[in-house]
């Protein structure tokens, strides 16, 4: 359990977000690996059914991740202010209520499957493909869940190294599982969905096994394992930012569906491109993982002028590291796109796309600092708010308008995303002042 309320902040940042890094970085390519193999051993409407399909279980995906982000910051709360006493029943209720909303969410996935085809306008030609992988995926939605929950519970004890370890073993577990039912059974797209939810029920599996053996920093036991009350406080956290993952992926889902109908190349391209950009926002969201926990233990603690300085330290680290990750999308993007499929067509579009993207690792990784310090101070209804705002008022509008236009460029749609950004930046440096200021005049000026 990692103390972030004293010592050096670049340092403590660093050395607790590597590992979170690490872990989105094996995440991502858990997912990538699908899209590659598929791409490289099924086929062009195999790529599109991957790409249409995984957009819709992540929909479900961070959803739950921003849910349990209020488990981490509730944690942090806790630990930061000696109240360990009380982690054991956060997590207990989290167990009830996670594994609850995982059975609710595979009967809505399995059934809803071809709706939210339909809704998604994917090509003719991989509509059936696409409808098996969020079936499949469906299926074994409690393990791809239970992976989320217990991460978020280490990253809120300030342990991002078991997060990392456990994400390591899925990521393993996948790449052997495509390679066995694309590569070698040729399953295509089927292969590719039991090997994601193979890998996560093998890496929730042998983490609980860890967790076993290793123990916890705090007294658990099966009594508290109950619908308790610390249910509704990390839901009450947690709610407005799993509200924002879900309208902010929603409106990806509009994006992507309009990409659907300018062709399977236009459509196959977008997810290469989409793909890449995961890898893209990786530091981004590393920061915005890392700075919640950060400032929930310093916020605890009482170190408010400690959790701004930890603001501002994300934003130079992300900035940095934004500029080389810019460069390389802006011209090399094709070579980053021939990763995962040799058909120059759908290159020359996933590199269109990278293109107006671009700019994007650079001015996230100041959103997102902004945006997991406002977690951290509990203010998770205005992220859901700044979120809504980028998504609905600039990103799906202009991406819509670029999408309708004759010979439809994708580095236009793509540009509609940094875009955005920038819009969010400044509604989040105007609230920062407001914040600033009621603050002040409340507590006075922070000395610690």
């Not at 995984?54 to 000696?82: C, D, E, H, P, Q």
């Not at 859901?384 to 705002?389: E, T």
């Amino acid at each position: 359990m990692n103390d972030f309320t004293t010592g050096s902040i670049p340092k403590k940042m660093l050395r607790f977000m590597i590992p979170v890094l690490g872990a989105l970085i094996l995440q991502a390519m858990y997912s990538a690996v699908d899209l590659l193999i598929v791409g490289w051993f099924g086929t062009k409407s195999g790529i599109s059914a991957v790409s249409t399909g995984s957009n819709i279980v992540n929909l479900i995906v961070f959803t739950i991740a921003g849910l349990s982000m209020g488990i981490t910051v509730l944690l942090g709360r806790y630990i930061g202010g000696k109240e360990t006493e009380r982690c054991g029943k956060v997590i207990g209720g989290a167990i009830c209520f996670f594994a609850a909303a995982s059975v609710l969410i595979a009967v809505f996935l399995i059934l809803g499957a071809p709706i939210l085809t339909t809704l998604m306008q994917a090509p003719e030609e991989a509509r059936d493909l696409t409808i098996l992988y969020v079936r499949i995926c469906g299926g074994g939605i409690f393990f791809i869940i239970a992976y989320n929950v217990i991460s978020s519970i280490f990253r809120g004890l300030g342990d991002s190294q078991l997060p990392l370890l456990f994400v390591l073993i899925a990521c393993i577990v996948n790449i052997f599982g495509d390679l066995l039912f694309v590569a070698g059974f040729h399953m295509n797209v089927a292969g590719a969905a039991i090997a994601t939810v193979m890998a996560q029920a093998v890496s929730v599996i042998l983490s609980l096994v860890i967790i076993r053996k290793k123990g916890l920093p705090f007294s658990f036991s099966r009594k508290d394992i109950t619908f308790n009350t610390e249910i509704q406080r990390f839901v009450k956290i947690g709610a407005p930012i799993a509200f924002q993952e879900i309208l902010t992926n929603v409106s990806f889902l509009i994006l992507c569906s309009f990409i659907n109908r300018l062709g399977l190349d236009a459509s196959a391209g977008y997810g290469i491109a989409n793909k890449i950009v995961s890898f893209i926002l990786l530091v981004p969201g590393s920061l915005m993982q890392s700075m919640a926990s950060f400032v929930a233990q310093n916020v605890g603690a009482g170190k408010e002028k400690r959790s701004r300085k930890a603001m501002f330290t994300g934003m130079a680290i992300g900035c940095s590291i934004g500029v080389v990750i810019m460069y390389v999308s802006f011209f090399h993007g094709s070579v980053l796109a021939s990763i995962f499929t040799n058909n120059d067509r759908v290159i020359l579009r996933a590199a269109e796309y990278l293109r107006g993207f671009c700019l994007e690792p650079i001015v996230t990784s100041m959103l997102f600092s902004f945006m997991g310090f406002y977690n951290g101070h509990s203010k998770t209804f205005f992220v859901m708010l700044q979120g809504l705002a980028q998504s609905f008022v600039v990103r799906v509008p202009m991406s819509i308008f670029m999408s309708l236009q004759p010979n439809a460029s994708l580095t236009m749609i793509g540009l509609a995303a940094p875009t955005a950004t920038v819009f969010g930046i400044l509604i989040n440096a105007a609230y920062y002042y407001y914040y600033t200021k009621d603050y002040e005049k409340k507590f006075g000026k922070p000395t610690v």
